[in-house]
């Protein structure tokens, strides 16, 4: 939706082109350098990284460098198709590979699949890559944003009911087709041994890469509260912190690997426990002693303290 603000901005479609795969190219280098520090803590490259939000991101903005010339209908159609249809290919499945499993890696053909529909694990030159976010249908979802950006040509009132429309619906569709479970998600619910954990069970919607139901349950309350903040002044106190951040996502989101990880280090120094985990790429051979982690509690803490030291730098 941002992108098509640009164009509604005045930017030409060259431009907006442009910069969209200069854009996506430099996130993507981001991804695999300063994200991947910020993960890891060291310097070792036979694992090359994660392939994670920043990277479909990146992906998603070259691909859309060329969808920007087609109608915003027919991208919209596009997005929305790859949206509802991926979950088709479900059984398609590469068996776990070498990074988990001992498995042998996968050859060409898998590790294009991982690429765009399986997380999993593949092999670059003497290296290992990650792919915590397949690009299907991460595309999708962009491309459906770009076309729903256009509501913004409308005026506020009937903006603001479309939202509502869309984002009720979408939640009301989740939970028809969670209900039925029959399609839109590779994990099934089924009923606990309570009630709380049933429900847990049914909001218990696959991610990696994102289901249909998945994207229902969270893009569908997202769209909602569109239309709430749509009305908003930015003149409250939590107004103005959200817009803070929201101003600034990518200085937030790289900062705040180097935070949490930072917050970990020092709390597990503070309660004499080994740290040396905190250095190793992840796989089987990473070592983590059975003392590691913290309650719930102190991980609250550390997230609203790493939020409140941010705060002044995204304000900067």
Request: some cysteine; charged content about 10%; hydrophobic content about 55%.
């Amino acid at each position: 939706m941002s992108i098509y603000l640009q164009r509604l901005a005045g930017k030409p479609n060259g431009e907006l082109s442009r910069f969209l795969l200069t854009r996506g190219l430099w996130l993507i280098f981001l991804e695999f350098t300063i994200v991947r520090l910020g993960f890891t803590f060291n310097l070792d490259y036979s694992f090359a990284g994660m392939a994670q939000v920043i990277w479909v991101i990146g992906v998603s903005m070259i691909v859309m460098a060329g969808l920007i010339y087609l109608p915003v209908k027919l991208v919209g159609f596009f997005g929305l198709a790859m949206i509802v249809l991926h979950n088709l290919f479900d059984g398609f499945q590469i068996p776990p590979n070498i990074a988990f499993a001992g498995q042998p890696p996968p050859d060409f053909l898998q590790s294009l699949w991982i690429v765009f529909h399986q997380q999993g694990v593949i092999p670059i030159g003497g290296a290992s890559v990650f792919v915590a976010y397949p690009l299907i249908p991460w595309i999708g979802v962009m491309a459906a944003g770009w076309a729903f950006g256009s509501v913004f040509t409308w005026t506020p009132e009937r903006r603001r009911q479309t939202f509502y429309t869309v984002g009720i619906a979408a939640t009301l569709l989740f939970v028809v087709l969670r209900f039925a479970n029959i399609y839109g998600d590779p994990s099934a619910w089924s009923q606990q041994d309570t009630p709380a954990f049933t429900f847990l069970s049914f909001l218990n919607t696959t991610k990696y890469p994102p289901s249909l139901l998945f994207l229902l349950m969270t893009l569908g309350p997202a769209i909602i509260l569109l239309a709430v903040t749509d009305a908003i002044d930015g003149k409250a106190i939590w107004q103005r912190i959200s817009i803070t951040f929201g101003r600034v996502p990518m200085f937030f989101y790289i900062l705040q690997w180097f935070v949490a990880h930072g917050f970990g280090l020092m709390l597990t120094l503070f309660a004499g426990k080994q740290i040396s985990h905190y250095f190793q790429n992840p796989g089987p051979q990473m070592e983590v002693p059975p003392d590691h982690g913290f309650p719930l509690w102190v991980v609250y803490a550390a997230w609203i303290a790493g939020l409140i030291l941010l705060y002044p730098l995204c304000r900067w």
